[in-house]
């Protein structure tokens, strides 16, 4: 019994050093994951070669380098976009003048850029303007053709009318003249 006693005390002492192990590995792994980023270094290649020389920085650093660098290009892109809107501006707004408010067709994107932008504001106006009155003096135009067609067929039915008259006439004139 004695000698089972010892087996066990054994195997305790072993299964007890072996999770001391265990703990010191996992203690060692949790020393980097608890460290601030204040602390934290990283190494930056200075070069391309295959070993290349490190220059080491903080984390942090790099983090609000990237940060800013972020927000220098977010101005660039934003000034690039307010450019191009401007350009999409002015030539929509050339598109209508060249080729008419009617021959233009509009997406909820362009409604946006009519009040941001004057220039093509302007040009719609305009455009509409041109339409206006060229529909108009085309409604004239086409009232003009109305009133001259309906004159004409006037015309044509009055000349039906009196040549028929004249052939009554005339039958009448050669009934006489041949009876007598």
């Given at each position: 019994?004695?000698?089972?006693?010892?087996e066990?005390i054994?195997?305790l002492?072993?299964?007890?050093?072996?999770?001391?192990?265990?703990?010191?590995?996992?203690?060692?792994?949790?020393?980097?994951?608890?460290?601030s980023?204040?602390e934290e270094?990283?190494?930056?290649?200075?070069?391309?070669?295959?070993?290349?020389?490190?220059?080491?920085?903080?984390l942090?650093n790099?983090?609000?380098?990237?940060?800013?660098?972020?927000?220098?290009?977010?101005?660039?892109?934003?000034?690039?976009?307010?450019?191009?809107?401007?350009?999409?501006?002015?030539?929509?707004?050339?598109?209508?003048?060249?080729?008419?408010?009617n021959?233009?067709?509009?997406?909820?994107?362009?409604?946006?850029?009519?009040?941001?932008?004057?220039?093509?504001?302007?040009a719609?106006?305009?455009?509409?303007g041109?339409?206006?009155?060229?529909k108009?003096g085309?409604?004239?135009?086409?009232?003009?053709?109305?009133?001259?067609?309906?004159?004409?067929?006037?015309?044509?039915?009055?000349?039906?009318?009196?040549?028929?008259?004249?052939?009554?006439?005339?039958?009448?004139?050669?009934?006489?003249?041949?009876?007598?």
């Amino acid at each position: 019994m004695e000698s089972t006693y010892n087996e066990h005390i054994a195997d305790l002492e072993l299964l007890s050093t072996q999770f001391e192990e265990q703990l010191s590995i996992l203690k060692a792994s949790e020393l980097p994951l608890n460290a601030s980023l204040a602390e934290e270094m990283i190494g930056i290649p200075l070069d391309d070669s295959p070993e290349p020389q490190m220059r080491h920085v903080h984390l942090q650093n790099r983090i609000s380098e990237f940060q800013k660098e972020v927000l220098a290009k977010q101005k660039v892109i934003e000034q690039l976009v307010d450019e191009w809107n401007s350009t999409r501006a002015e030539i929509i707004a050339l598109a209508v003048e060249v080729l008419g408010h009617n021959k233009i067709f509009w997406n909820q994107d362009v409604g946006h850029m009519k009040q941001s932008y004057p220039q093509l504001a302007k040009a719609l106006d305009i455009s509409a303007g041109r339409n206006q009155t060229w529909k108009e003096g085309f409604e004239g135009t086409l009232n003009e053709l109305t009133l001259f067609e309906n004159r004409v067929d006037e015309l044509a039915s009055q000349t039906k009318e009196t040549m028929h008259q004249q052939q009554k006439a005339r039958s009448f004139y050669l009934g006489f003249v041949r009876a007598n």
